[in-house]
């Protein structure tokens, strides 16, 4: 009877959540890869079956592939640039510094916006010719970036990789402090007493014990940029001429307002496919590291 209470409480905690799961997460996903396979407007019943055709027509499209291109852009400015930033401000913030927590609160306070609202005051920063942006170009010189920032296809990326890093890395920075204060100080205390100087402590102590903090980073920024939507979309919806599109605004051109559902839903495949390999190889090959044997314990300073 015991162990039959034990199942029961069990079941009554679990089976609310699986069931949420089950019709808010993997229905959908079983809805998308059945539409994918019909050509489908989203109204009437589904008898146009294609089979692939979605799915050919969607890696001979020019667009898609370009949306593949500037997802891969940005995961790569990402890593390259907006991780490193975060981590130089987590180690100048993790030291005794006046006023550090008034600062951590600065960086981190983006963060807690909405894309929503993020995208909205810097879409009136970016204004052409009475923007905050264009002023500062005017006086800095820089008279060939006016009116283009959002505008022209050759500088709308680099200018939406600025504000994605305004708003996130003040994330990634508290997780990097987090990780910084989790150290030992013992351990850095005897390399400094052993002869190493800041930048080999730093070298060889404290990014090896911040592995973990950094692999989880790196795996929050690549998928949050595989899935970009709000930001751009509010910002550009895409344009112009398709030159900021992501997989995420094109699977909501074609599903509201082109009303290709069935195409829209094929998009929706492949992106979440992209997500769920990408995140299966890096648990497999690049977390496994973390879980085998990550110092989690010790006197945070």
């Given at each position: 009877?015991?162990?039959?209470?034990t199942w029961a409480s069990?079941?009554?905690?679990?089976?609310?959540?699986?069931?949420?799961?089950?019709?808010?997460?993997?229905?959908?996903?079983?809805?998308?890869?059945?539409?994918?396979?019909?050509?489908?407007?989203?109204?009437?019943?589904?008898?146009d079956f294609v089979g692939?055709?979605?799915?050919?027509?969607?890696?001979?499209?020019?667009?898609?592939?370009?949306?593949?291109?500037?997802?891969?852009?940005?995961?790569?400015?990402?890593?390259?640039?907006?991780?490193?930033?975060?981590?130089?401000?987590?180690?100048?913030?993790?030291?005794?510094?006046?006023?550090?927590?008034?600062?951590?609160?600065?960086?981190?306070?983006?963060?807690?916006?909405?894309?929503?609202?993020?995208?909205?005051?810097?879409?009136?920063?970016?204004?052409?010719?009475?923007?905050?942006?264009?002023?500062?170009?005017?006086?800095?010189?820089?008279?060939?970036?006016?009116?283009?920032?959002?505008?022209?296809?050759?500088?709308?990326?680099?200018?939406?990789?600025?504000?994605?890093?305004?708003?996130?890395?003040?994330?990634?920075?508290?997780?990097?402090?987090?990780?910084?204060?989790?150290?030992?100080?013992?351990?850095?205390?005897?390399?400094?007493?052993?002869?190493?100087?800041?930048?080999?402590?730093?070298?060889?102590?404290?990014?090896?014990?911040?592995?973990?903090?950094?692999?989880?980073?790196?795996?929050?920024s690549v998928i949050g940029?595989?899935?970009?939507?709000?930001?751009?979309?509010?910002?550009?919806?895409?344009?112009?001429?398709?030159?900021?599109?992501?997989?995420?605004?094109?699977?909501?051109?074609?599903?509201?307002?082109?009303?290709?559902?069935?195409?829209?839903?094929?998009?929706?495949?492949?992106?979440?496919?992209?997500?769920?390999?990408?995140?299966?190889?890096?648990?497999?090959?690049?977390?496994?590291?973390?879980?085998?044997?990550?110092?989690?314990?010790?006197?945070?300073?």
């Amino acid at each position: 009877m015991r162990g039959l209470r034990t199942w029961a409480s069990v079941a009554w905690f679990l089976v609310p959540a699986l069931v949420l799961f089950l019709v808010f997460v993997l229905t959908p996903i079983a809805v998308a890869v059945y539409t994918g396979f019909f050509k489908w407007g989203g109204v009437g019943p589904l008898d146009d079956f294609v089979g692939f055709d979605n799915y050919a027509k969607l890696f001979g499209d020019r667009v898609f592939l370009g949306d593949l291109e500037r997802g891969l852009y940005l995961i790569a400015l990402s890593i390259t640039l907006q991780l490193p930033f975060a981590l130089f401000t987590a180690v100048l913030l993790n030291r005794r510094l006046r006023g550090r927590a008034v600062y951590r609160m600065l960086f981190f306070a983006p963060y807690i916006l909405s894309e929503v609202v993020t995208a909205a005051l810097f879409t009136m920063i970016f204004l052409p010719g009475a923007g905050m942006a264009d002023h500062l170009a005017g006086a800095l010189g820089l008279e060939g970036l006016r009116g283009k920032w959002l505008a022209d296809p050759s500088t709308v990326m680099p200018t939406l990789f600025v504000v994605m890093t305004w708003k996130y890395f003040g994330f990634h920075m508290m997780l990097f402090l987090a990780g910084l204060q989790s150290i030992p100080g013992e351990i850095l205390e005897a390399a400094s007493i052993d002869g190493a100087g800041a930048w080999q402590r730093f070298r060889h102590v404290t990014l090896p014990l911040l592995g973990p903090t950094i692999r989880i980073s790196v795996f929050l920024s690549v998928i949050g940029a595989i899935q970009l939507f709000d930001l751009v979309w509010v910002m550009t919806a895409g344009g112009p001429n398709h030159s900021s599109e992501t997989m995420a605004i094109s699977m909501f051109q074609f599903g509201f307002k082109r009303y290709q559902v069935g195409y829209a839903s094929a998009i929706s495949v492949v992106l979440f496919m992209i997500s769920l390999v990408f995140s299966l190889f890096y648990q497999r090959y690049v977390l496994r590291r973390y879980l085998s044997g990550a110092v989690t314990s010790g006197g945070g300073r």
